[in-house]
């Protein structure tokens, strides 16, 4: 469950400081399936760094699965990204010189998995996504849609219970999109939690639950077309 | 993460910029090559001097005291070393032969040629040529029946042939020293390798052909031949107290202390090799920077990298180790090449030149510990600025 509670992110330029999320207050229970829009500048991708603990609040308090991670050291922070949370970015950020197969075995690494342990789970990660016959290839040998579904693949390898995905399919032609939704579809009715960071209403129609920010404030919150209260 | 996981990371990295990771290594090549080479030089050439100077067996040297040569004015009376001290010193337990030493310098003539100052030597054993590592090149050397005669040839320095003789084949020619006629029946091979530089006009004539030549039959230096080494100390002990006894004197003969001119040779090549080995080691540092640069610029690179490794659970700790045991790979893989060229070019001198360059592993070693080290401290800047990255940022770096 992602419990935030009076949730302010401000940026110092020099000697101003921008304010950038104000006062959020948000609950998002698990297996929720929730698309998080606005316009840019409005702090969507702020919100999404502070929910994947790439960033901590300024003040207020983030409850990850109960436990508060607000003021958490860099080490814990990073130990929440590799086995609580799976990220997919609108650039794939695959590494270039690795192939797919070891892209999403990187995870595992850093959870100190074996080598063996860890292609077993990479391919099986693959296969899921419909990857097995390119693991060997390099990001620059697959398509924009099969390098988001290697990505997607290196998101789940560690069995996080939340999948954040940043304009998913932003760089991809409508019909790669598609795909890429099914699958997040699918990892949805698997019970997983999954947030979307999109300013395509379209793709927002696919989750359950919409949530408008604007100027760092949330400013509709719809769940299932319904008014729920923030 | 293992540290082998790391360095399979790192020779990935290095592999990926095949070019730029072998010019940055050259400085390091350079850097350990040069050090191993002018170590291996310089111990080679103590090596050879220290041999050259003190000789190879196990010999003692009587000769005066530096006192008793000053109170005479050099003058070395007849008496110095009798017959029956020779006696007396051949009776010593351990001593195997007893060698005599006299010389002087006389001015040396052939046909219109003339040489002054020319060092002349006399001895009673072919063993003092052996003992500066001197060979006959053309004739021969002495015959036991020449140590009788008091008027056999003698053996001229190569220096001194090609001064006299030019192309001439000197071989039964009879030179003057002084105004006494010698024939010459030998000459010696040129000195090698150290002391080539070092060599003199000289002439060698057996002790009694000496002393018809200068009239005088005085004895200036004892050499001992010992059977063991470690019976070298008490044998010069009492000789030297053999020789006060017979002559009711002190402080009138010494030994002397090849250990010490050893010590003494090693002390100052070892002087040069550090002067010169810190010249190497600045190359070496040059090397490291050039290391540093590279790294430097890999990080700024693989900015994004690092973000998404970030994103993906690793730590800042992780991210640090990853940069430097690059660092360090990349410095190592240098340090062995350097090793290898080192080692190599050190063999190729002791082959193709007269010196002899012998490979010091302990420094060879240090070359890699070093370099490692280097790998270390100049990696510590890169990896902790790739590691004080912004997750955020990286992700979004172009």
Redesign the interface.
């Known amino acids: 469950m992602i419990q935030l509670e009076e949730v302010d992110k401000a940026y110092q330029m020099g000697s101003m400081t921008i304010p950038v999320l104000k006062g959020i207050n948000l609950i998002i229970n698990e297996g929720e399936y929730v698309a998080i829009m606005g316009p840019s500048g409005s702090g969507k991708s702020t919100l999404m760094n502070l929910i994947g603990c790439l960033d901590r609040p300024t003040s207020g308090h983030y409850y990850l699965n109960g436990e508060d991670v607000s003021k958490a050291d860099e080490r814990k922070l990073a130990a929440v990204r590799n086995r609580q949370i799976g990220f997919v970015f609108q650039q794939f950020q695959l590494l270039p010189r690795m192939t797919a197969q070891k892209n999403v075995e990187l995870p595992l690494v850093y959870a100190g998995v074996s080598q063996k342990e860890r292609t077993k789970r990479a391919i099986e990660a693959l296969e899921k996504v419909g990857l097995g016959d390119r693991k060997d290839h390099r990001p620059t040998e697959l398509s924009g849609g099969q390098q988001q579904r290697v990505a997607i693949a290196r998101a789940l390898i560690n069995n996080p219970s939340i999948i954040l995905a940043d304009e998913p399919t932003g760089a991809l032609d409508t019909s790669s999109g598609q795909r890429i939704m099914d699958i997040f579809d699918q990892l949805h009715q698997e019970g997983r939690t999954v947030v979307l960071i999109t300013h395509d209403p379209e793709i927002a129609a696919r989750a359950h639950r919409q949530i408008l920010l604007r100027d760092g404030q949330i400013v509709e919150d719809q769940n299932q077309g319904k008014e729920v209260s923030g | 993460?293992s540290l082998w996981?790391n360095v399979k990371m790192a020779l990935?990295?290095i592999w990926?910029h095949k070019l730029r990771s072998i010019l940055t290594m050259v400085g390091i090549v350079i850097g350990v090559a040069a050090v191993i080479i002018i170590v291996a030089i310089g111990q080679g050439g103590e090596a050879e001097l220290t041999s050259a100077l003190t000789g190879d067996g196990n010999n003692v040297i009587i000769q005066p005291s530096s006192k008793f040569f000053m109170e005479n004015n050099g003058v070395i009376p007849p008496d110095f070393i009798t017959d029956l001290d020779l006696q007396g010193l051949r009776q010593i337990k351990g001593v195997e032969n007893v060698i005599t030493l006299s010389y002087e310098t006389k001015s040396l003539s052939f046909r219109e040629e003339e040489v002054d100052d020319v060092f002349i030597y006399g001895m009673n054993d072919n063993a003092v040529l052996e003992s500066s590592g001197l060979k006959v090149a053309e004739g021969r050397a002495f015959r036991p029946a020449d140590f009788q005669s008091g008027n056999a040839g003698a053996l001229i320095s190569h220096k001194l042939k090609e001064k006299l003789f030019g192309e001439e084949d000197p071989l039964g020619q009879i030179i003057r020293i002084g105004n006494q006629p010698v024939v010459v029946t030998g000459v010696l091979e040129p000195p090698v390798g150290f002391l080539a530089s070092l060599q003199e006009m000289e002439v060698y004539l057996p002790q009694r052909t000496w002393s018809n030549v200068f009239g005088k039959s005085e004895i200036m230096q004892v050499m001992l031949e010992v059977d063991q080494p470690e019976n070298m100390i008490e044998v010069g002990e009492k000789a030297v107290n053999l020789l006060h006894h017979n002559h009711n004197a002190t402080d009138r003969y010494e030994v002397l202390n090849l250990q010490q001119i050893g010590d003494m040779i090693s002390g100052i090549t070892r002087v040069m090799t550090v002067v010169i080995g810190s010249i190497g080691g600045i190359s070496l540092l040059v090397g490291g920077i050039g290391v540093m640069n590279i790294m430097l610029v890999s990080v700024t690179e693989r900015t994004?990298?690092i973000?998404?490794?970030?994103?993906?659970?690793?730590?800042?700790?992780?991210i640090l180790v990853q940069f430097l045991i690059e660092s360090i790979t990349l410095s190592v893989i240098g340090g062995l090449v350097g090793i290898l060229l080192g080692s190599g070019v050190a063999a190729l001198i002791t082959l193709l030149s007269p010196w002899n360059a012998v490979v010091s592993w302990p420094v060879a070693l240090g070359g890699v510990l070093f370099s490692m080290l280097f790998g270390v401290i100049f990696g510590l800047l890169p990896a902790n600025k790739a590691a004080r990255l912004n997750?955020?940022e990286c992700?979004r770096h172009e």
């Open positions: 993460m996981e990935d990295a990926a994004r990298e973000g998404i490794r970030m994103s993906l659970g690793a730590t800042r700790t992780h997750p955020i992700l």
